[in-house]
């Protein structure tokens, strides 16, 4: 006859998730349920008609438009370019952009937080506002919700680390928010203070990388500059 103490040795014990498994899980949760959210929640798009506005002018590509940067009219596009065109096709792009910010958000907090607190602080931030109910309207503000975090925790990572394919990808995290949104040029200038503050991070200014990321930038925010 089997003692307990050996059928608790024969069992195999259960496996913890891992922390890259329960951000996962979290962010497909979160696509899932705001989609359902945004798409029964009402039956037309934003009253604003931010939402019509970006795609209407993602119907002709251009590298500016009369009001705002592309990046939106673009992501629009090339998203129903592949989707639906449809209410729900609409609600699972603003609820796939919440949750590549979060992402965003959990490779900046790991630069500071162990993994399962990385977990934690992102499913705290998939309960704001910003990624929830004000994000289902996905216009030249909400396309921020997913490049800031993105061009935030690659600038941190690149005067951290630095790395040719971190320098990039920062370069192109903050062309990207920048042909979001203008007013990223705050952020931008804001991390720039920072930069220079910080001992450690202003030694790593005149630095390759750093060209790189410059580089980088330039290349893809150049032709909507020349478009202005």
Known sequence: MLTSSAVSVARPAARAWSPAALLLVLLLGHTLLWTWIGWTSRSNFDAPGDMVEAYVWAQGWQWGYYKHPPL???????????????????????????????????????????????????ALASLAPGVTTLAMRFNCNAVLISTWPWALALTVRLMRRGGSGVAIACGAAWAAAMLGKYFSGVLAASMLAIALWLPAWRARLPSRDAALAALAFALLFGPHLLWL
Do not use: D, I, K, M
């Open 72 to 122: 939106a009219a673009w992501v629009v596009g090339l998203w129903f370019s592949v989707v639906p065109e449809s209410q729900w096709g609409y609600s699972l792009l603003a609820a796939v952009n919440g949750a590549v910010g979060l992402a965003g958000l959990a490779v900046l907090a790991r630069e500071f937080l162990p993994a399962r607190w990385v977990v934690l602080a992102v």
